[in-house]
């Protein structure tokens, strides 16, 4: 599961939650892959990205790096930002893990990159 994903996972169908987001992540496995850069679907995704979410994320990796704790004003033509985005978003990956809830702390696995949020009868 890229942080892309993670950024925009939400438990908020969950009986009696509110929000549900962000989920926290319990790595156990974390693969760094390099992904082709493309500047014009970075420069265009940002707007919809959670900054602060996926500053917190990647710090829960461990990856959290030089990644600016705020997007810079002229971030569309600030190429230095944009492949820390791109690293961020795209090239850090769970493979193994569970996100967990912050309000009930029920955990979805991550198995093999792949986030399971199907909930059980009684939660819905």
Not at 40 to 52: L, T
């Amino acid at each position: 599961m890229k942080l892309l994903t993670h950024n925009m996972l939400t438990s908020k169908c969950m009986k009696a939650v509110v929000t549900g987001y962000p989920l926290t992540i319990q790595a156990r496995d974390v693969k760094v892959s390099e992904v082709e850069f493309n500047q014009d679907f970075i420069a265009r995704i940002i707007p919809k990205v959670d900054w602060e979410c996926l500053c917190r994320a990647a710090e829960q990796l461990g990856h959290l790096e030089d990644l600016p704790k705020a997007t810079p004003d002229n971030y569309e033509t600030d190429l230095e930002f944009l492949k820390k985005a791109h690293h961020a978003l795209l090239e850090i990956e769970v493979i193994n893990g569970d996100l967990v809830c912050p309000e009930t702390s029920r955990k979805f696995p991550v198995t093999d990159g792949i986030p399971n949020m199907l909930l059980n009868e009684d939660e819905i």
